[in-house]
């Protein structure tokens, strides 16, 4: 019979790859704790509209990268591509938007996202994402502490020396608008020049041009209006206060004027962290401010800011630059032996040990076999010391120790004592 398979760009998480997202999940989290961040968690699924009104109909994510479903009873649902939306939303339904000026939030998501791409190193179309999002804070002190944020943590991953960071400020929704009929009067003139998807975009979502990939349509833009000349006056500040305090606490960037991003809920401050190590896929975390998504969804106007970063190019990151520690991978530090009929005693003596040596990874051995395969699985686990457990042992209360890595003789100690040799 045929076997089957996984769908097409959607990964298992086999178990020699696990220490390595649980290091970066945990680290992440303990450093946004750090700065009293909070978790949130929302569904895999919502209602196909919120990510219609949110990320905009016109973006490549809603035309054609979304997972989109009937249900049983006729409703459209839809997978989530990725989490600010919902995060809206659950903040909304669970009136964590109200008390503005008392209230801050800082959340943090984590969690899978949906989005049906042409599957390729660091594009997946079941990926992973950790996003930070805050609500109620206008300022760009705000916007600084997500950036020193995840500027720490590449220092703690140790990857900072192969990031950088691009910032750039896409104004107020009308300063926008009059920048898009200047840009697409620009470039309605040199239509034949542009590249084919270019083209496209110009009528839809002609921001997007700004960020094509193509090297023609990238030459034309050198002579087109810049979306700086055109920002409002409180926009200017607001990146101005950015960049001082990015220089005060010593993060450093580029500024992009061509950076606008995918979705089109951004205003003010964008940004992405890029590596030129992962080839075409070289964003490892995105994001930006988009104060006006939680009234365009129904709430009350709250200014709000977040990022999302992509765990699968992190990880690949980690693993292109060595950076990933050894010793996440020791998932054993005790192995003991059962040899013979002493399987109830193992079982007792192994639960003493856990309550007295909470912090040792002990692994009974389960399913019978001679001494000798039980040594080599012992071996095989990784662990450092294999505690064997016999007849003989057992009558006289006692236990032989073998060290694993090293070539200290073996010993036969006093169960009591085992505490003394764990440390
Ligand atoms: P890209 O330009 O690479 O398609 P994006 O702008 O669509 O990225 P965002 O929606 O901003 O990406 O998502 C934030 C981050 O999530 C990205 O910077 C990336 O690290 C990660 N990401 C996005 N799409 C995928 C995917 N299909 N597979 C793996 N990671 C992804
Ligand atoms: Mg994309």
Redesign the pocket.
Known sequence: MKQIQAIKGMNDLLPAESPLWQYLETTVADLLHSYGYQEIRFPIVEQTDLFKRSIGEVTDIVEKEMYTFEDRNGESITMRP?GTASCVRACEQGQLLYNRGTLVQKLWYSGPMF?Y?KPQK????Q?H?IGVETYGIDSADIDAELLLITSKLWQTLGVSEHVTLQINSLGSNESRAKYRNALVAYLEARKDQLDEDSQKRLSSNPLRILDSKDQNTQQLLDGAPSLFDYLDEESKAHFAQLQSYLDAVGVTYQVNPRLV???DYYNRTVF?WVTDKLGA?G????GGRYDSLVEQLGGKPTPAVGF???I??LILLLQELNAVPEDIFQTTDVYLVVAGNVIPQAFKLAETIRKECPYVRLQMHCGGGSFKSQMKKADKSGAEIALILGENELENNEIVVKHLRSDEPQKTIKQSEITQIMN
């Open positions: 990725e989005r791409e660091g594009r997946l179309r990926f994402q991003r995918g979705l992405e896929q964003t490892v975390c995105a999302a970063m992509g699968e190019r």
